[in-house]
């Protein structure tokens, strides 16, 4: 009986402070540290250096986040990657797997991990987009034939470590990924927040510092540039996993492919020439981005002109004001309820109206392609001219920085 009731204790004390008899604190702590590791591991091996090959990774690292992603998520590399291209190849379409434009911001946010494993299913899906990812032993025969018993390891040594506690550790661990890529990165980052750039989809930075979500908050900058191992771009920008992948390669455990391209400034030209538009083009992300900054430079004169006046109130200021929300961006970026208005405030300004249209001319030095490299030199030219001749010194000053421009 003494044996009995001391078993019993000892099976009641385990329960209640597994074998490490943790505090509250060191069990939150160990939560924060197990799921920052599931974050990096996503990012920078099944994201950056799987699905875009921004990035080489050492046997070392590879092989310790292929094992740390099977306990921790039971997600399977072919299926995430093929998935994630996918994504880019068919954004913001009713073929992308998980867009709130499609599929409306509530479903993605509530069932991103059910559209996830409904994909994963898709065969076609899987056999186009996953050329590249391992396809050795051990991916064959443990980490995509046992995907589950990754995630129920990890709840065993939950348990052994913290006793019931373990368990709540463990669900955290398990929703994670769920909430954090599934949910937040596939939905709000193509739905709510800033951007950088004008990249052709939805695209959104939810915040310029990825601490959370290990940069992944900068989910613009990467569409715009996919194939960069560095998501954050702007001074102010902060890119946690970029700080690891750093470390990695200072080690010799990694070696980066690509960064965002830099708009480099030298002498001005006397005139544009290959070299000038070879590095406009490179950069027109970046070249957009300044002149949309020339947009709402014009738009802030215009209603500081107006305000002068005395024409507080007016439709023509609200209109102002509300074009300097909307004006730098794309037209089908605009919301519908919007486009009128902008309209409306170009119609009155024929400044504004220049700088739009001398914008869609600028654009299509890359977007035609059916014109050859000499004429799209003498165009860039001929361009420059006509800005510097404009009488509107942002634009005279845009194209000096365009002959100036290297790349």
């Known amino acids: 009986m003494d044996t009995v009731t001391t078993l019993w204790d000892a099976l009641i004390n385990w329960l209640a402070h597994g074998l490490t008899d943790a505090s509250w604190w060191q ?38 986040f292929r094992l740390w992603l099977w306990l921790g ?13 996918k994504h880019h190849a068919k954004c913001e379409t009713e073929e992308d797997p998980h867009s709130p434009v499609t599929r409306g911001i509530g479903k993605v946010l509530r069932e991103g991990a059910e559209l996830y494993r409904a994909e994963a299913k898709n ?10 990812v391992p396809d050795d032993w051990i991916e064959r025969h443990l980490y995509s034939r046992y995907s589950w018993q990754g995630v129920g390891i990890m709840l065993l040594i939950n348990v052994a470590l913290f006793g019931a506690a373990g368990l709540t550790v463990w669900a955290v661990q398990m929703a ?31 915040s310029p510092w990825g601490l959370i979500i290990g940069g992944e908050e900068l989910h613009n900058n990467h569409h715009t540039y996919p194939t960069s191992a560095k998501f954050s771009v702007k001074p102010y920008e902060f890119d946690l996993c970029w700080g690891y992948i750093r470390g990695l ?3 010799g ?10 708009l480099r400034l030298g002498s001005v030209k006397p005139v544009a020439d290959d070299k000038t538009l070879e590095a406009v083009i490179a950069n027109r992300y970046e070249v957009m981005a300044k002149y949309a900054r020339n947009l709402r430079a014009a738009c802030r004169a215009e209603i500081a002109h107006l305000k002068a006046e005395g024409a507080a109130g007016s439709a023509k200021l609200a209109n102002l004001q509300l074009a300097k929300r909307w004006l730098h961006r794309d037209e089908d970026k605009i919301p519908a309820a919007a486009r009128a208005h902008v309209a409306a405030a170009v119609e009155h300004s024929p400044r504004l109206a220049t700088l739009l249209a001398m914008r869609e ?21 001929g361009w420059c001219k006509r800005a510097e001749e404009s009488g509107i010194a942002a634009l005279q000053d845009f194209a000096l920085k ?5 790349a």
Do not use: C
């Open 27 to 64: 069990i939150v702590l160990y939560t924060l540290v197990t799921t920052h590791i599931t974050i990096a591991g996503v990012t920078i091996f099944l994201h950056r250096a799987q699905a875009h090959r921004a990035l080489d990774l050492h046997a070392l690292p590879s092989h310790f």
């Open 73 to 85: 998520t039971g997600m399977v590399t072919r299926e995430w990657v093929a998935i994630h291209r």
């Open 123 to 132: 065969a076609e899906t899987i056999a186009k987009y996953s050329h590249g």
């Open 176 to 206: 994670w990924i769920p909430v954090t890529a599934a949910g937040i990165i596939n939905g709000l980052g193509h739905w709510w927040g800033y951007r950088n750039f004008e990249a052709p989809d939805a695209s959104t930075n939810i």
């Open 249 to 251: 390669e200072m080690l």
């Open 253 to 262: 455990l990694a070696k980066v492919r690509k960064t965002p391209p830099m």
């Open 361 to 381: 001319e600028l654009r299509q030095l890359w977007t035609r392609t059916n014109v050859s490299a000499e004429q799209l030199v003498i165009d860039l030219q």
């Open 402 to 406: 365009l002959r100036a421009a290297r």
